[in-house]
């Protein structure tokens, strides 16, 4: 089992920048690709971000490209999501997820474990 804990969300102004992290317990984070998706109120969770186990392949979904960046330090068992110019449009909950795919995964079910989430509200 592998337990999954977000921390960092907050408040933040238009424009301004927030950092979420997600450590992982129970075990090693090595062995399984890491994704990000969000679920703001009264929508579908969405996919954000992922990056394969080894860190060498990211891909994110295009209305944050450019602007938000997933990496992850295997040693602190720890994965980030690195979040600038912030828009309204990013309030949400935001849940790191596992997988044991060693590839690309951009859809929720390909996940195993998930976190509870972190909540991100972006004032304008």
């Known amino acids: 089992q592998v337990q999954l804990v977000e921390s960092g969300g907050g408040l933040v102004q238009a424009g301004g920048s927030l950092r979420v992290s997600c450590e992982a317990s129970g075990r090693t984070l090595s062995g399984y690709g890491m994704g990000w998706f969000r679920q703001a109120p009264g929508k579908e969770r969405e996919f954000v971000a992922t990056?394969?186990?080894?860190?060498?392949?990211?891909y994110y979904a295009d209305f944050v490209k450019g602007r938000f960046t997933i990496y992850r330090d295997n040693a602190k068992n720890t994965v980030y999501l690195q979040m600038n110019s912030l828009k309204p449009e990013d309030t949400a909950v935001y849940s790191c997820?596992?997988?044991?795919?060693?590839?690309?995964?951009?859809?929720?079910?390909?996940?195993?474990?998930w976190g509870q989430g972190t909540q991100v509200t972006v004032s304008s």
């Open positions: 997820a596992a997988s044991h795919r060693q590839g690309i995964a951009t859809i929720a079910r390909m996940y195993e474990y």
């Open positions: 990056i394969t186990w080894s860190g060498s392949s990211t």
